[in-house]
C-alpha cells in the first residue's frame, strides 16, 4: 500500500507524481489520494520546484478511474460508506489542487485515462497524449455520472461533443481527444520518453520556466498519423444531442434514419436511465457554474448515488458479476420522473472541503 503512489524530485528542480497500481490500471485509491495533495500543498511554496510530472506506471495507462471496488462496498457497513464518501471528497480537494497550481503541471495521458483518470490530468497546464491513449468518462457503463469537474470541461468541447461522450461513455483515442479540448499536445510514446528525459535533466533553477518548457513542447510534439472521428460527426452529434431531454434526444435519433443514429440509440438504452436523466441536468446546469460550483454538484450527486441502487446494480454487473446484464430499477427513461431528478440536486449546501 505504501507504494501506490511514487514521489521523487531531481537536482534540476522537477517533481515527479509516479501513480504505481499498474495491475490495476492506476486506479485511486485513498490512499493513494491524500498523499498526492499533501505532496501538491508542499510543492506549491518550495522555490526549489519549478515543473511537476504526473505520469502513471506501466504501459497500459495513465489511470483506469477511481476504485470501484471501495465504492461498491459502501453499503456493507456505515464505515465502508463513510470511506467511500472519503475517496470523492478526498479526490475532489486533489483535482481542485491541480487547476489551482501556480506552477506548470505536464500531465502524461499516455494509455488509458478514464474518470478520475481524467479529473486528475484535465486541470494541468500541459496535457500530452500519444497513440496510446484511449480516454473516457465511462461512469455511465456503471450506472453513476461523470464526475471530477465534468460539467467544467465537457462543455469545453466544440458543440454538443460533451454531452455525446458523457451520455454514450464513447472511448476516445488522440485526434478527437485534442478535438475536444482535453489535451494540448500530441507526442508519439517514445518521443514522450525522451521528452520526460530532458525535462529531468534540464536545470531549471534560474530560467524562464515556462519559456523553456514550451520550446521542449515545440522541439518533441508532433501531430496524430490518424483521423479523427469527432469532427466529421460534429452536426449530427449537435443535431440529436442539442435537445433539452433524454426522451427528446431518444426521439430525434429515433427519427434519424443513418447507421450512426441507429448505433447511438442503442447505446443509449443501454445505459442506465436514472443515470442518462441525471447527467444531462448536471451538463446542462454546469454550463453556468463556476468550477468550484460543478465540483460541488459532483459531491452532491455522488453521496446521492451511493445511496442509490442502480449504481450498485451498474457496478455488479460490469466489475464484480461482470455479465453485463444489469437489471436496473428504473427500466426506462419514462420511470425516472422529473421529481426524481430533482431529489437528487436537493441540499446544494454541500461543499468540497477546501
Excluded at 505504501?2 to 490500471?25: C, H, M, Q, W, Y
Excluded at 463513510?82 to 494509455?111: Q, S, T, W
Excluded at 451520455?167 to 517514445?190: E, G, H, R, W
Aim: aromatic share 10%; glycine share 6%.
Amino acid at each position: 500500500m505504501d507504494n501506490e503512489v511514487l514521489f521523487s524530485v531531481s537536482d534540476g528542480g522537477v517533481a515527479f507524481i509516479t501513480l504505481n497500481r499498474p495491475k490495476a490500471l492506476n486506479s485511486l485509491s485513498y490512499e493513494m489520494l491524500k498523499p498526492i495533495g499533501e505532496k501538491l500543498k508542499e510543492w506549491q511554496t518550495n522555490d526549489q520546484i519549478h515543473v511537476i510530472v504526473l505520469k502513471g506506471e506501466g504501459e497500459k495507462g495513465f489511470c483506469a478511474g477511481g476504485d470501484i471496488k471501495t465504492l461498491y462496498k459502501a453499503r456493507s457497513s456505515q464505515e465502508a460508506f463513510e470511506k467511500a464518501e472519503n475517496l470523492f471528497e478526498e479526490e475532489y480537494k486533489v483535482d481542485m489542487a491541480i487547476y489551482r497550481f501556480p506552477k506548470p503541471i505536464i500531465a502524461c495521458l499516455d494509455g488509458i485515462v478514464m474518470g478520475g483518470g481524467v479529473g486528475l490530468t484535465y486541470g494541468a497546464s500541459h496535457r500530452i497524449i500519444t497513440e496510446r491513449t484511449k480516454w473516457a468518462m465511462p461512469e455511465m457503463n456503471i450506472g453513476f455520472f461523470p464526475d471530477v469537474g465534468a460539467a467544467h470541461f465537457l462543455n469545453k468541447a466544440p458543440g454538443f461533443i460533451g454531452r455525446y461522450l458523457a451520455l454514450t461513455a464513447s472511448v476516445i483515442q488522440a485526434p478527437d481527444v485534442l478535438f475536444a479540448n482535453a489535451a494540448d499536445s500530441y507526442m508519439d510514446s517514445d518521443k514522450l520518453s525522451e521528452f520526460l528525459a530532458r525535462v529531468e535533466q534540464t536545470e531549471w533553477h534560474g530560467l524562464d520556466v515556462n519559456v523553456i518548457l514550451n520550446q521542449l513542447l515545440t522541439a518533441y510534439a508532433s501531430h496524430p498519423v490518424k483521423n479523427g472521428k469527432l469532427s466529421a460527426l460534429q452536426n449530427e452529434i449537435d443535431k440529436h444531442f442539442s435537445k433539452d431531454t433524454v426522451e427528446e434526444i431518444l426521439e430525434s435519433l429515433e427519427k434519424d434514419p443513418s447507421e450512426f443514429a441507429s448505433e447511438t440509440k442503442q447505446l443509449l438504452l443501454s445505459k442506465s436511465p436514472s443515470s442518462l436523466k441525471i447527467t444531462l441536468k448536471q451538463l446542462t446546469d454546469g454550463k453556468e457554474k463556476t468550477l468550484e460550483e460543478c465540483f460541488a454538484t459532483d459531491l452532491l450527486l455522488a453521496k446521492k448515488f451511493l445511496r442509490h441502487d442502480d449504481f450498485f446494480e451498474g457496478v455488479r454487473s460490469v466489475v464484480i458479476d461482470k455479465d453485463r446484464n444489469p437489471q436496473y430499477i428504473y427500466k426506462t427513461v419514462v420511470d425516472f420522473t422529473d421529481e426524481d431528478i430533482k431529489k437528487f440536486f436537493q441540499d446544494s449546501g454541500v461543499k468540497v472541503n477546501k
